[in-house]
């Protein structure tokens, strides 16, 4: 079980735009520390897609986007495209001095 | 532009201590303001910190894992080390070994990764 949660699965068509949530706690996302997302697409290591909350890596398209509020993030994708066919992962740092992730959200492209 | 190298015993027997080592290129293990991890992914499941280590030696571990995860660093070799001691076979992963920008808690690179079996 993951300590921060995110929904398995999420889809849409091409052009349409999907959410994905990522709900943490008072000791992780609440405590006031970032979340970053990560794109990892099959047989690759992961990728940051967005970090500090809301920031995007240069290269990034700005299709993507990131937002916080209180023990929560949440990913934006608009446009979809099937290039983004892929797994998402949020990530924080928790009191507990460890570093956490999601369980991962499968993005499928309809 | 900076390399991460897992490299180490694809197959562990049950039991055993599972021993890895990260050798990072392009730039020093001890220059910037970084700590180098190891995260785990078994086959079709997400990602899970293992735990990290400062280049003083200082390390956080995930208290799932804690009682048997030991992760060292050799600046004079640019490289950092899990050991990982009475694996099962719910221990059978792809290992990576990562950068992590201390003033974001940020993985900013990541190894390919090494797939280890735990089996008999």
């Known amino acids: 079980q993951s300590v921060l949660t995110q929904p398995p699965s999420v889809s849409g068509a091409p052009g349409q735009r999907v959410t994905i949530s990522c709900t943490g706690s008072s000791s992780n996302i609440g405590a006031g520390y970032d979340v970053h997302w990560y794109q990892q697409l099959p047989g690759t290591a992961p990728k940051v897609l967005i970090y500090g909350n809301s920031n995007r890596p240069s290269g990034v398209p700005d299709r993507f986007s990131g937002s916080k509020s209180g023990t929560s993030a949440s990913l934006a994708i608009t446009g979809l495209q099937a290039e983004d066919e892929a797994d998402y992962y949020c990530q924080s740092y928790d009191s507990s001095l460890s570093v956490v992730f999601g369980g991962g959200t499968k993005l499928t492209v309809l | 532009q900076v390399q991460l190298q897992e490299s180490g015993p694809g197959l562990v027997k049950p039991s055993q201590t599972l021993s890895l080592t990260c050798t990072v290129s392009?730039?020093?293990?001890?220059?910037?303001?970084?700590?180098w991890s190891w995260i785990r992914q078994p086959a079709g499941k997400g990602l899970e910190w293992i735990g990290h280590i400062f280049t003083s030696g200082s390390t956080n571990y995930n208290p799932s894992l804690k009682s048997r995860v030991t992760i060292s660093v050799d600046t004079s070799k640019n490289l950092f080390s899990l050991n990982l001691s009475s694996v099962t076979a719910a221990d059978t992963a792809l290992y990576y070994c990562a950068r992590v920008i201390g003033s974001w808690d940020l993985v900013d690179y990541w190894g390919q990764g090494t797939l280890v079996t735990v089996s008999s």
């Open positions: 392009g730039g020093s293990i001890s220059s910037g303001s970084y700590y």
